[in-house]
């Protein structure tokens, strides 16, 4: 068990108006006790490790009256102001059977009263595991809340991605269909053309042709009185 840490104090003689306090206090005052005092600090659960106050009472007796001993118990709570409220019951329970007339009565309410606070008991620990599940459930809630919208963020990017980009495809649908009218145009233009070449004249469509300049590229005729014949050569 881990150190006990005070962190609550919890005096009857400052006053205050808690359950069974103003009984508790007149009953220590009708035995001639000093005002029980109640102290509190947090500790971990062994069982499940969550934390749960630790409240320990100190009901002081009288020294000259051995019947009149000191007092001293524990116990657990959720909080602070529950263990108190428990503490000064038993506290209650503890003093009565010092009265010389309620102790008959305390017996028969101490039995009376047992199952009752068992049921008590049963239902705070139910209660406190509930509180604890919707605790963790409003946790999930928000775990999925947040994942939500950013996927709600990414379809909208996505969405957005999408949009851009049928805005670019139909700007270049646009552009091809240009360049093709264009293309069309210009292979329009060139049909009936006349394709130059060297010393030629080619018309298309037609297989016929004839010489740009009569006799071009022949060599030049002799010049007159010049002999144009050639010895003959005979060997052997």
Same mark, same amino acid.
């Given at each position: 068990? !881990?150190? $006990?840490? #005070? *962190? ?16 508790? &206090? ?11 005092? $109640? ?12 934390? #749960? ?10 020294? !000259?009256?051995?019947?009149? +001993?000191?007092?001293? $118990? ?19 329970? +503890?003093? &009565? ?17 047992? !199952? ?7 239902? =705070? ?7 604890? #599940? ?7 809630? %928000?775990?999925?809340? %947040?994942? +939500? =919208?950013? /996927?709600?963020? /990414? ?5 957005? *991605?999408?949009?851009? &980009?049928?805005?670019? &495809?139909?700007?270049? %649908?646009?552009?091809?269909? *240009?360049?093709?009218?264009?293309? #069309?145009? /210009? ?5 009936? !053309? ?23 590229? /022949? ?9 144009? *014949? ?7």
């Amino acid at each position: 068990m !881990e150190p $006990f840490v #005070q *962190t609550q104090v919890y005096d009857l003689a400052n006053g205050g108006d808690l359950i069974f306090e103003r009984d508790l &206090l007149a009953l220590s005052e009708f035995l001639g006790r000093s005002p029980p005092v $109640f102290y509190g600090g947090q500790i971990a659960d062994p069982a499940d490790g969550q934390l #749960q106050w630790l409240i320990m009472a100190n009901l002081p007796g009288q020294p !000259e009256s051995p019947m009149f +001993r000191q007092i001293q $118990f524990s116990l657990r709570e959720n909080n602070w102001v529950d263990g108190v409220a428990r503490a000064l019951q038993e506290a209650l329970a +503890r003093l &009565l059977p010092y009265h010389p007339v309620l102790r008959h009565h305390m017996d028969h309410l101490d039995f009376m009263l047992f !199952e009752t606070r068992a049921e008590l008991d049963n239902s =705070r620990s139910v209660a406190n595991h509930t509180q604890n #599940q919707l605790n963790q459930y409003a946790e999930t809630i %928000k775990v999925i809340a %947040k994942e +939500r =919208r950013t /996927l709600r963020q /990414l379809v909208a990017k996505r969405d957005s *991605t999408i949009h851009r &980009l049928k805005a670019k &495809l139909a700007v270049l %649908k646009e552009t091809i269909a *240009t360049q093709a009218e264009h293309l #069309q145009l /210009l292979e329009g233009e060139g049909e009936g !053309e006349d394709i130059q070449g060297d010393g030629y004249s080619y018309v298309s469509n037609d297989n016929d042709y004839e010489e740009d300049d009569e006799g071009a590229g /022949l060599p030049p005729a002799p010049a007159a009185g010049m002999d144009t *014949t050639f010895p003959l050569r005979i060997d052997g």
